[in-house]
């Protein structure tokens, strides 16, 4: 099993959006993906339609062992996806995993025990420093940065950036930076706001080697996917997918070792 994280320091910066349109696009491939919602608001629990039951085991009681991660796993209606969803409960493990000494590295060891059962594992984090973003990109393979095509999306990639390297310092992250992907880039026609100019200049620069991949553009068409549960293609605009399309790429090229085959 992969694990890619998508995560940032903001809010508002698309890691949602980016874990469930590139969870669609490899569950579409034929790869089998399991989506952990990771952040207590449950963005991607409710985008993937998934309804908690309040029995129900969630991500919380998975990180704290309180079950076995497949009892955390659901099947979801859409095929070869699977969820370990959240609720806002899913705030009170942040003492837990501040106390543990190892946080960082609590989800990583709880997925490995799934790991056979799934080709990728899409990991949708918070927007805090807090320790559930810790542990969300403690577990990963490789890491996705969305950033809103703004100053407040560079600044957030810019502290981003700043933490997994703190991260990689003490071993806590040793995954692989994957790309950054500029969020609701705005246009005028075919020119670029000059915003999104200056944010992506900016973006450029702060990332230095990890690459800048193709940007979401500012469009409704992803909410309308969203809300109707189908994909930007089916609704006939297939050129939205291509920020995911190049995502599966660059899985290909850089985490092939670690990558299985359609299932
Ligand atoms: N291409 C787009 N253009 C404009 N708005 C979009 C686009 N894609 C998604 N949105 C909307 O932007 C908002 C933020 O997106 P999203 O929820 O993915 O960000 P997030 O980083 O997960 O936020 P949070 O930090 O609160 O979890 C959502 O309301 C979403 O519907
Ligand atoms: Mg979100």
Request: glycine fraction near 8%; aromatic fraction near 6%; charge should be negative.
């Amino acid at each position: 099993m992969l694990t890619i994280t998508c995560a940032s320091l903001s809010g508002g910066q698309g890691k949602s959006t980016v874990s469930l349109f590139l969870g669609r696009v490899l569950a579409r491939l034929g790869y089998s993906v399991l989506m952990v919602d990771a952040d207590p608001q449950s963005s991607l629990t409710f985008y993937l339609g998934h309804d908690v039951e309040p029995s129900q085991p969630t991500l919380l009681e998975v990180l704290k062992k309180q079950v076995k991660v497949e009892d955390g796993i659901y099947e979801l209606s859409h095929s070869n996806m699977w969820i370990i969803p959240s609720d806002e409960g899913l705030d009170s493990v942040q003492d837990f995993l501040a106390s543990s000494g190892m946080g960082a590295v609590v989800l990583k060891k709880r997925l490995s025990e799934v790991a056979d059962l799934f080709t990728f594992c899409i990991i949708d984090s918070p927007p805090q420093r807090s320790q559930i973003c810790l542990t969300a990109v403690g577990a990963a393979d490789a890491v996705l940065i969305p950033a809103e095509a703004s100053s407040k999306g560079l600044n957030s990639l810019i502290r981003f950036l700043e933490l997994t390297k703190e991260l990689t310092d003490v071993d806590a992250f040793t995954g692989t930076l994957l790309g950054v992907i500029p969020f609701r880039e705005r246009r005028f026609g075919k020119n670029q706001a000059i915003q999104s100019v200056k944010s992506l200049e900016g973006m450029r620069e702060a990332a230095q080697d990890i690459p800048i991949l193709p940007a979401i553009p500012e469009s409704e068409q992803y909410k309308k996917a969203l809300d109707s549960g189908v994909t930007l293609a089916e609704l006939g605009y297939p050129h939205l997918e291509v920020p995911f399309l190049k995502v599966v790429e660059l899985l290909k090229e850089k985490c092939l070792h670690k990558m299985p085959s359609a299932g």
